[in-house]
Every structure is written in structure tokens, then in C-alpha cells.
């Protein structure tokens, strides 16, 4: 199988952030499948008091949304959420009502960006040893890792798997994220990149924060980061510790 893997995007429409429509949703992940993308799976937002979105609310405006785009050239379409780390996610984990990805061995987590949760290694480590695995979203758009690295050693000890945003690359987020990101690929941290894109005019940010990353780390470091990764995190078996 061969084509990038995105895991982490908001093109369901209406319900966060992300794209408002199908016509925007199309034209998003058109865009995304002339980059390369053969698989997308939408992360839309599981956040308190923002998006208050429940996993049979989403698994139906992505059925629904399937549905109406069906026949259209598309790459494969997946579900899973960007859960927002606090309490009431644990409480959703705990219950079995979050929303992992396909296949049920991973789960993407947003944290804070302001401070880092306490207990968040403890939460991590219960998610691995209940079979899911913890994907990191953009570790580089959090304020503790903007200058340094070492608060995110005992996440990965805990089994967390940083993502990288590939738009902090071309300075989407500011000068911090970005810079955080070049040192964070520096000392080897990601294992994968993903999008994030919440419309179409993402696109071709994406797609330059490919051309960047492929400048950093090479041609090859880069595609597995864009397909052979995402795909193994599927499978439940990062070659990543
Ligand atoms: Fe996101």
C-alpha cells in the first residue's frame, strides 16, 4: 500500500472548527489527494464548554457525510476525534465512549497549550495498557515545549506518540511553534505528521510543510512520517519508543 496517511484533520462538516460544508470538505480533500494523501481520517474536536461533540453525534455526521460524497474520486475516509485533555475525556476513555481511530488501537489527545496537565504520564500509561495507544497532537504548539524538550521525555516513557503539525513548519501557528517543531525534529522526536487542516486554503500550507519537512529530514525520514507511520499507528504497532 503506498500514499500518505493523514490523521488528523476537520473536514466533517458543521461540527467544530473545521469546514462549514461538503463543497468545502470536497475541496479540501481534493487538494489533500493531489498532495498524496490516499487515506484521510477526520479528527473532529471532543472539547468541553467548545465542542461539545459525543461519538454517536460524530459517527453520524461522518456517515452521513460519506454517504453524500459517494462516487466522488476521494481518498479512503476515516473517523476518529481530537480529544481535548481534561477530565471529561477521561471520563468518556474510561467508559469506552471516546473516539479512537479506525481499528480501536490508537486515540488522538490535544492538551492545553498554556501549562501541561499534572498526571497526564499516569493518564497516558493507562490508555497504553488498555490496548490504546496515545497520539500527541502538535507537541510543538504547547507552551512547555517551545524552548525545550525534556517535559516530553516521561510522555513518550508513558507510551505517548508526538504528531507533528506539518503547518507549524511554514509558521502557521507564529515564530515559537515553528521553531519548536525544527528542534523537536531535530532531536528525533515525531514519529509521524499530519495535517491539521481546518479548510481548503490549508491545503497549500500542507502541502509546503511537506517540501519543508523533506527538506529537514530527508526524502525518505519524511514519507515514512507521512505514510508508513500513520499507517503502523493504525495497526497498533509503532516501531516507536
Ligand atoms: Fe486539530
Excluded at 470538505?25 to 487515506?39: D, S
Amino acid at each position: 500500500m503506498s500514499g500518505f496517511v493523514d490523521l488528523h484533520a476537520h473536514w466533517v462538516p458543521a461540527v467544530d472548527d473545521g469546514v462549514k460544508t461538503d463543497a468545502e470538505a470536497l475541496e479540501m480533500l481534493r487538494g489533500l489527494a493531489a498532495l498524496g494523501y490516499a487515506r484521510c481520517v477526520a479528527t473532529p474536536h471532543i472539547r468541553t464548554a467548545m465542542f461539545e461533540n459525543r461519538r454517536p453525534g460524530l459517527e453520524d455526521a461522518h456517515a452521513a457525510f460519506v454517504g453524500r460524497v459517494q462516487g466522488e474520486a476521494l481518498p479512503e475516509l476515516g473517523l476518529g476525534a481530537e480529544h481535548f485533555f481534561d477530565d471529561v475525556f477521561w471520563g468518556l476513555f474510561q467508559r469506552g465512549e471516546h473516539l479512537p481511530y479506525p481499528g480501536g488501537k490508537a486515540a488522538l489527545v490535544e492538551l492545553p497549550p498554556e501549562r501541561l496537565p499534572l498526571r497526564l504520564e499516569h493518564v497516558f500509561f493507562e490508555m497504553r495498557v488498555r490496548g490504546v495507544r496515545p497520539i500527541l497532537a502538535h507537541p510543538e504548539r504547547y507552551r512547555d515545549f517551545y524552548d525545550r524538550s525534556d517535559a516530553l521525555e516521561p510522555l513518550l516513557d508513558a507510551g505517548a506518540v508526538p504528531q507533528l503539525d506539518l503547518m507549524s513548519l511554514v509558521g502557521r501557528y507564529g515564530r515559537h511553534p515553528q521553531r519548536a517543531a525544527e528542534r523537536l525534529l531535530d532531536e528525533g522526536f515525531y514519529y509521524l505528521a499530519c495535517s491539521d487542516a481546518h479548510r481548503p486554503a490549508d491545503v497549500e500550507l500542507v502541502g509546503r510543510g511537506i517540501e519543508r519537512l523533506r527538506e529537514l529530514v530527508g526524502r525518505e525520514e519524511a514519507d515514512a512520517m507521512l505514510g508508513d507511520h500513520p499507517r503502523r499507528v493504525l495497526a497498533g504497532d509503532p516501531d516507536f519508543e
